[in-house]
């Protein structure tokens, strides 16, 4: 559950102005709570879309909804270079996990 909290870190790092503007265009509040919400909301629902459990990660699991978050942040206009970076992270931690 580390390495899917390290998701969760990584994915919030990457995306927190992208969440900040659109909930501020909504008229949404934006504290550092309502935004751990919806970035945990975001990766329960990347490991839904591939077929994992949130709760009870696995490596492959982890891999799959990371790739789906990069997707998804592609389409966001997420610079590649960052979701390279945030990618590369998460498989030197995943590597680790499998050695």
Same mark, same amino acid.
């Given at each position: 559950m580390k390495?899917?909290?390290l998701v969760i870190e990584c994915f919030m790092?990457?995306?927190r102005e992208t969440f900040t503007h659109t909930k501020e265009k909504l008229g949404l509040a934006v504290d550092s709570a309502t935004l751990e919400r919806s970035v945990v909301g975001a990766v329960r629902v990347a490991?839904?879309?591939t077929g994992g459990d949130?709760?009870?990660? $696995? *490596?492959p699991s982890i891999l799959r909804a990371v790739?789906?978050?990069?997707? $998804? *942040?592609s389409s966001w206009?997420?610079?590649e270079d960052v979701i390279e970076h945030h990618h590369a992270e998460i498989e030197k931690v995943l590597a680790l996990l499998r050695a």
């Open positions: 390495a899917r909290d790092a990457a995306q490991f839904r879309k949130f709760d009870e990660p $696995t *490596a790739d789906a978050l990069a997707a $998804t *942040a206009g997420t610079p």
